[in-house]
């Protein structure tokens, strides 16, 4: 039976009464939403890289132009992705960006409970403390400062350094879980040592770690291991390309005590291609960063191609295709939040071609 018209009016009133009394609730309902549940990942995050030659033109501005003090406590230009609508984030989950200290310079002690990872691309005599270990950064050299580690960086050489920052402060910024604290003192202990405790401990040899160590018995929810050395990552790079006979090589840099990633948000790879060659066509949930080291070539995201040569940054975004194709032999350093996904049971990765 149809509703007289007197009836009708009635009820859109009552409807749009009931909507206006779940707005003063604070209420919403569920049945008029859209874009909560998506068929697949919808990144706000864009595929996109940062030339190795204009930030380092920029970053050689900011070294005459802003000292290192209290406050900003780091000279970092940090990658700004524009699908995230200005925020200093590279990624949904991770900020990345490229941090210059000049010969002399130091950046004082802090820690917070982001994680956050160095990949060292030029300087000599370049240090970074991690809890009071010195540990010199040379090219290639991947260096981790783990959640609520202190950390301190010092360039005693007389060349300006580079580095390559990844932090996961748009992760734990979501999570509502940052917390930061200067270190005890506004002054760098300059620190030296041949050797940092943490490689003396847990660098000895491939598969060989302390019986005597307190972090081997109650590990941290890290790797003990604080540097990753270029020289090790290049060799076991060789010797792969080299007994497979392929165009390809890649490692994983894990936690020598558990076997499982460096840190409990970030995965970190180095990848070798000889020249003229590709990876296959993947896809993966989460946020992806690349950092040519050596070589070019280009990086095929979604529907975008960016070249690449050494010094470049650039992003995969959550589900977004991906491909590297090589001109010269190129080597590149890969950090991921697939950890995350991992550790929460969603993560998805698929080989399209
Ligand atoms: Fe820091």
Known sequence: ML??????????????????????????????????????????????????????????????????????????????????????AATSTMAAGV????????????????????FMLTGEDVWTRVDGDPIMMKRGDLVLTPSWTFHEHYNLGK????????????????????????????DVDTQTKPASWSEIQFAGGPGLVPTSSSAASTPTPYSPLFVYRWSDTTAALDAQLAAKGTEQAAIRYVDPTRGCDVMPTMRCEALRLRPASATRTDRQTGSRIGAVLNGSGVVVVGSDTFGLSAGDIYVVPSWATHRLESADQMDVFTTSDAPVFEALGVFRRVIVA
């Not at 941090?99 to 160095?118: D, F, I, N």
């Not at 748009?170 to 879980?177: D, E, K, N, S, V």
Request: with cysteine.
């Open 159 to 186: 060349v300006p350094a580079a580095w390559v920052d990844v932090i996961d402060v748009p992760l734990i910024t979501h999570l509502a879980g940052i917390f930061y604290e200067d270190g005890p003192s506004d």
């Open 99 to 118: 941090q210059y200290l000049g010969g002399g310079e130091s950046a004082p002690a802090h820690r917070h409970t982001p994680a956050a990872l160095r």
């Open 3 to 88: 509703s007289s018209p007197n009836k009708v009016s009635e009820q859109v009133m009552d409807i749009d009464q009931f909507y206006n009394d779940l707005t003063r609730a604070d209420l919403k309902p569920l049945w008029a939403q859209t874009g909560m549940l998506t068929d697949e990942p919808r990144d706000r995050a864009i595929p996109f890289r940062w030339r190795a030659t204009e930030m380092a033109r920029l970053g050689e501005r900011s070294r005459h132009l802003v000292p290192i003090d209290r406050g900003g406590d780091r000279r970092v230009l940090l990658c700004a992705n524009p699908g995230l609508g200005g925020a200093p």
